[in-house]
């Protein structure tokens, strides 16, 4: 069975410009949760998806959006990107039910200059 | 919404010795704590969960405990190995019946096992 997969890997973006992240959940998984990792940080929740629909968004300002598809996979877009939007994005994906195991993706390393 | 605070930033350890990393929710409707393990450069990896009806986990060198009354969990590591170390996450949820919810984590713990 595949795992969460998360294209590109590595991405870099000029300021200014705006960046897309793409996400597949583990087959059945119809939650996907989007966190940025900062160098020496912990993971900052953004996103979270499930069943097409946005649940719950974390403390990041209105140019971080995303969506989920048809087929549960999920999009991260962020726009007008800032130097400090710099970090390794990375994706999770669960089953529904409660209380279940989020799986993370290898996640994409961006890189604005 | 749910706060989870993570202590220490940064343990050493000696090899052999044994590791604790505590965390604190602010939730008291939350009643699932996972617990990842990212080694440098990869992705976290679930090592251990509990669940709120618990009180204490066990698998191998690891555990984990959970006071509901104080809201706090912790991981107990034994008998540290250097392939333990890595940064280390706790989180908690909030799940009602039958649907996901949404992973708060901790800030991590940085564990180095020295020889």
């Known amino acids: 069975e595949a795992g969460v997969t998360q294209s590109p890997t590595h991405l870099i973006k000029t300021r200014g410009q705006q960046a897309t992240l793409r996400c597949s959940p583990i087959?059945?998984?119809?939650?996907v949760y989007w966190y940025q990792q900062a160098l020496g940080l912990g993971l900052q929740f953004l996103l979270w998806?499930?069943?097409?629909?946005?649940?719950n968004r974390g403390n990041f300002p209105p140019r971080f959006s995303g969506r989920q598809f048809p087929n549960y996979s999920s999009e991260l877009n962020v726009n007008a990107l800032e130097l400090e939007d710099s970090a390794l994005y990375l994706c999770?994906?669960?089953?529904?039910?409660?209380?279940?195991?989020?799986?993370f993706g290898q996640g994409t390393r961006l890189t604005v200059v | 919404g749910e706060n989870v605070e993570q202590h220490p930033s940064t343990l050493s350890v000696q090899e052999g010795d044994s590791a604790v990393i505590k965390c604190t929710y602010s939730?008291?409707?939350?009643?699932?704590f996972p617990w990842y393990k990212q080694e440098l450069g990869k992705r976290p990896q679930l090592i251990i969960d509990?669940?709120?009806?618990?009180g204490e986990k066990k698998d191998q060198r690891i555990a984990v405990t959970l006071n509901k009354t104080a809201k706090h969990f912790s991981l107990h590591i034994t008998e540290t190995q250097p392939e333990d170390s890595a940064v280390y996450f706790c989180?908690?949820?909030?799940?009602?019946?039958?649907?996901?919810?949404?992973?708060?984590f901790g800030t991590g713990t940085r564990l180095q096992v020295t020889l």
């Open positions: 509990i669940r709120s009806n618990v």
């Open positions: 087959s059945g998984h119809t939650s």
């Open positions: 939730d008291s409707a939350s009643n699932y």
């Open positions: 999770a994906s669960s089953w529904p039910g409660a209380g279940t195991e989020a799986f």
């Open positions: 989180a908690a949820s909030l799940t009602p019946t039958g649907t996901a919810s949404k992973l708060t």
């Open positions: 998806y499930d069943e097409g629909e946005e649940r």
